[in-house]
T-cell receptor, first 111, second 113 residues
Framework: KAGVTQTPRYLIKTRGQQVTLSCSPI?????VSWYQQTPGQGLQFLFE???????NKGNFPGRFSGRQFSNSRSEMNVSTLELGDSALYLC??????????FGPGTRLLVL | GQNIDQPTEMTATEGAIVQINCTYQ??????LFWYQQHAGEAPTFLSY????GLEEKGRFSSFLSRSKGYSYLLLKELQMKDSASYLC??????????????FGTGTKLQVIP
């Protein structure tokens, strides 16, 4: 069974631009969560989607948004990029409450 | 909200045993996870505890005490490849009745020969 996939793996943007990241969960997993990871803050929860509905949201500004499609694939969007948005963005999918499986992440660099 | 504390760094010798502690404060507790993350890679699942006690899985064991808000990850027979960050994560219920996982900042373990 294929794991969680994320595209693109690496991305360079400039301040003020917007970016869309994609995540395909493991087949059969309906829950997708997004995290931002930086050296100083560790893993910070962004939001979680289940069956196309956002069930939970972390403490990030409205520039961060997401959605989930009927096939459970999810996208997150960051508008008006800031230097501080440079981070590793991780997606995790789950089928049960007992674990999450992480994708390889998208490393975003904002210049 | 949640507060999760774990040591920032630890060093241990190859072949030895190391215990990584995690304390947490939360309401609506519904499970604690341990993940391993090698530099530049995504976290990988190690263990899950929802009831008090010890869960053993090969060289790795995880313990939970809900009344004390305390968990530890025990690594035995340390190998060089165990050098990584170990993340403690707690799941609890948010105000909307949905569950959310919050991660600690991780413990960077260095295994030395």
């Amino acid at each position: 069974k294929a794991g969680v996939t994320q595209t693109p793996r690496y991305l360079i943007k400039t301040r003020g631009q917007q970016v869309t990241l994609s995540c395909s969960p493991i087949s059969g997993h309906r829950s997708v969560s997004w995290y931002q990871q930086t050296p100083g803050q560790g893993l910070q929860f962004l939001f979680e989607y289940f069956s196309e509905t956002q069930r939970n949201k972390g403490n990030f500004p409205g520039r961060f948004s997401g959605r989930q499609f009927s096939n459970s694939r999810s996208e997150m969007n960051v508008s008006t990029l800031e230097l501080g948005d440079s981070a590793l963005y991780l997606c995790a999918s789950s089928r049960t409450q007992e674990t999450q499986y992480f994708g390889p992440g998208t490393r975003l660099l904002v210049l | 909200g949640q507060n999760i504390d774990q040591p920032t760094e630890m060093t241990a010798t190859e072949g030895a045993i190391v215990q990584i502690n995690c304390t947490y404060q939360t309401s609506g507790f519904n499970g604690l996870f341990w993940y391993q993350q090698h530099a530049g890679e995504a976290p990988t699942f190690l263990s899950y505890n929802v009831l008090d006690g010890l869960e053993e899985k090969g060289r790795f064991s995880s313990f939970l005490s809900r009344s004390k808000g305390y968990s530890y990850l025990l690594l035995k027979e340390l190998q060089m490849k165990d050098s990584a960050s170990y993340l403690c994560a707690v799941r609890d219920m948010n105000s909307g009745g949905y569950q959310k996982v919050t991660f600690g900042t991780g413990t960077k373990l260095q295994v030395i020969p």
